[in-house]
Nanobody, 126 residues
C-alpha cells in the first residue's frame, strides 16, 4: 500500500506561485508513476500533470504548460508541482495519485491510478 499526502495549497492572488508537495509513505515510489489532478465541483476530476517513475517522461495539460512544473525526488519519496502565474481558473482541490509502473510511462486517466491522496485546496483570486 502507498499512502499519499498533499500539502502546500492555499489562497493566493492571480499571478502568484504555489508549490504543492506529494509525500508518499508505505512503499518507495521509485517504481511508481505519479499524476497530479484537480477538481472544482461540479466539474469532473481532470489531469494536470504526470511524471514517469524515473522522472524522464512528463506530460502537462495544455492550459498549464509553461506555468506548472512537475518534478520528483525518489530518494525523499516526494513529488512536487510548482505552479507559477496562477489564474483564477486554477482554483480547485489538487490531488496526487500513484500507480506501479515499470515502463517509465505517464498516465493521464484517473482510472489508471490505484492510490490517491486526500487533496489540498488551491484558491486563486482575481
Amino acid at each position: 500500500q502507498v499512502q499519499l499526502v498533499e500539502s502546500g495549497g492555499g489562497m493566493v492572488q492571480a499571478g502568484a506561485s504555489l508549490r504543492l508537495t506529494c509525500t508518499a509513505s508505505g512503499r518507495a515510489i521509485g517504481s511508481y508513476a505519479i499524476g497530479w489532478f484537480r477538481q472544482a465541483p461540479p466539474e469532473a476530476r481532470e489531469h494536470v500533470a504526470a511524471i514517469s517513475s524515473n522522472g524522464d517522461n512528463i506530460h502537462y495539460k495544455d492550459s498549464v504548460k509553461g506555468r506548472f512544473t512537475v518534478s520528483r525526488d525518489n530518494a525523499q519519496n516526494t513529488v512536487f508541482l510548482q505552479m507559477d502565474s496562477l489564474k483564477p481558473e486554477d482554483t480547485a482541490v489538487y490531488f496526487c495519485a500513484a500507480r506501479a509502473s515499470g515502463d517509465n510511462a505517464w498516465y493521464i486517466q484517473p482510472t489508471s491510478y490505484n492510490y490517491w491522496g486526500q487533496g489540498t485546496q488551491v484558491t486563486v483570486s482575481s
